[in-house]
């Protein structure tokens, strides 16, 4: 009979914040550039590359002291379509929930169009989503369609 090895992982507890967990690796350090977590006060832990039963590879990331708003949870479902939220109070998990895309993404994407409105005047960017799961959004102006490969958030 042939012994197995049990990997086990260590990170530490964090008493109150959030956990976005199941982030695609290529994904996990668009999330902190996104949510600007490398300028955050707090303690920030961040894994990449991680067995997953369900997604092969994923990455996580635990916030501590932090709990997103709802601008926040559309940067990540655009990057992160099937990311989880939990949320941690007393280190006990208080709610727990998959990100959603909305609809309509206003303000928070740039148009990659240079010539779009958006990018020549002060008229704020605003999108149809037209595909969910592979992140593809058109602009409402020029009616260009912005990828997950060249979105730029503000």
Do not use: W
Not at 24 to 45: G, H, N, Q, T, Y
Not at 54 to 64: D, E
Request: charged letters at 30%; aromatic letters at 8%; one cysteine or more.
């Amino acid at each position: 009979m042939e012994n197995k090895k049990v990997k086990e992982l260590k990170v530490s507890a964090i008493e109150n914040g959030t956990v976005i967990d199941h982030i695609p690796s290529s994904a996990v350090f668009k999330v902190i550039r996104i949510l600007k977590l490398e300028a955050f006060d707090d303690m920030v832990l961040f894994a990449t590359n991680l067995e997953s039963k369900k997604y092969g590879k994923k990455g996580i990331v635990k916030v501590s002291g932090k709990y997103f708003e709802p601008e926040e949870l559309n940067k990540i479902s655009l990057v992160a379509p099937h990311a989880s939220i939990i949320e941690i109070s007393d280190f006990q998990v208080a709610n727990k929930k998959i990100v959603e895309t909305p609809t309509e993404i206003k303000g928070i994407v740039k148009c990659f169009n240079p010539n779009c409105i958006t990018n020549k005047e002060q008229v704020k960017a605003r999108f149809v989503v037209v595909d969910k799961e592979d992140t593809r959004l058109k602009c409402h102006y020029c009616e260009k369609i912005t990828t997950r490969e060249t979105m730029e958030f503000f």
